[in-house]
């Protein structure tokens, strides 16, 4: 989706939304508003909600009234209202999330915010693999493709007639072989 049309789809949403039924939030309840333990994603509790997050579980609520489920659009429109939201709405949702976090702490307690640090590959970058229009070695003659998919074909027996004649030191790499600049070269000048 393009930032185009997720912006199109938030001006919809929030022009479909009633403002009073998320400010003050009519989804208030806190039992129902503690998340359920996520067994198959983390070991322990869920991390109880911030003020923030109660007011997209509302406007969540009332996008699905509406026959909106995209999450993106959700979590956009969230995030304009919220930052024009007043400070006392804010404050109502603080005041629900100080209620929640209470109801949590009853349910889970001694339980503490611990992130896990994530593990950090030391894995090389691989270059992705990608399908081309152009053939450059081991076979000769080069065949490459315009817009309009009719095939350009370059007779030459060397393929380093693509690279410029001169590259100052600062562009070669030794741990390219000529091949590979060859074709470096051939797509720049393209």
Same mark, same amino acid.
């Given at each position: 989706? +393009?930032?185009?049309?997720?912006?199109?789809?938030? %001006? $919809?949403?929030?022009?479909?939304?009633? /403002?009073?039924?998320?400010?003050?939030?009519?989804?208030?309840?806190?039992?129902?508003?503690?998340?359920?333990?996520?067994?198959?994603? &983390?070991?322990?509790?869920?991390? @109880?909600?911030? *003020?923030?997050?109660?007011?997209?579980?509302?406007?969540?609520? %009332?996008?699905?009234?509406? *026959?909106?489920?995209? !999450?993106?659009? $959700?979590?956009?429109?969230?995030? !304009?209202?919220? /930052? +024009?939201? &007043? #400070?006392?709405?804010? %404050?109502? =949702?603080?005041?629900? +999330?100080?209620?929640?976090?209470?109801?949590?702490?009853?349910?889970?307690?001694?339980?503490? =915010? /611990?992130?896990?640090?994530?593990?950090?590959?030391?894995?090389?970058? $691989?270059?992705?693999? #990608? #399908?081309?229009?152009? %053939?450059?070695?081991?076979?000769?003659?080069?065949?490459?493709?315009? @817009?309009?998919?009719? @095939? $350009?074909?370059?007779?030459?027996?060397?393929?380093?007639?693509?690279?410029?004649?001169?590259?100052?030191?600062?562009?070669?790499? &030794?741990?390219? #072989?000529?091949?590979?600049?060859? +074709?470096?070269?051939?797509?720049?000048?393209?």
């Amino acid at each position: 989706m +393009s930032d185009s049309s997720l912006n199109d789809m938030a %001006e $919809i949403l929030i022009n479909q939304l009633d /403002r009073r039924k998320i400010f003050p939030p009519s989804y208030n309840n806190p039992e129902e508003l503690i998340n359920p333990s996520k067994t198959s994603r &983390s070991k322990g509790p869920p991390r @109880p909600p911030n *003020g923030f997050l109660l007011c997209r579980k509302n406007v969540h609520k %009332e996008a699905r009234l509406k *026959g909106i489920c995209n !999450m993106r659009v $959700i979590s956009k429109v969230t995030g !304009m209202l919220w /930052r +024009s939201a &007043s #400070t006392e709405e804010k %404050e109502t =949702y603080e005041k629900l +999330s100080a209620q929640v976090n209470n109801l949590h702490s009853q349910r889970y307690p001694g339980y503490k =915010y /611990r992130p896990s640090a994530r593990q950090k590959t030391q894995q090389p970058y $691989i270059v992705p693999q #990608t #399908t081309t229009n152009i %053939e450059i070695f081991p076979t000769l003659p080069i065949q490459i493709m315009n @817009p309009q998919q009719q @095939p $350009i074909i370059y007779q030459t027996n060397n393929p380093l007639d693509f690279a410029p004649d001169f590259v100052p030191n600062v562009y070669q790499f &030794s741990q390219f #072989t000529q091949e590979e600049l060859a +074709s470096f070269y051939y797509y720049l000048s393209i």
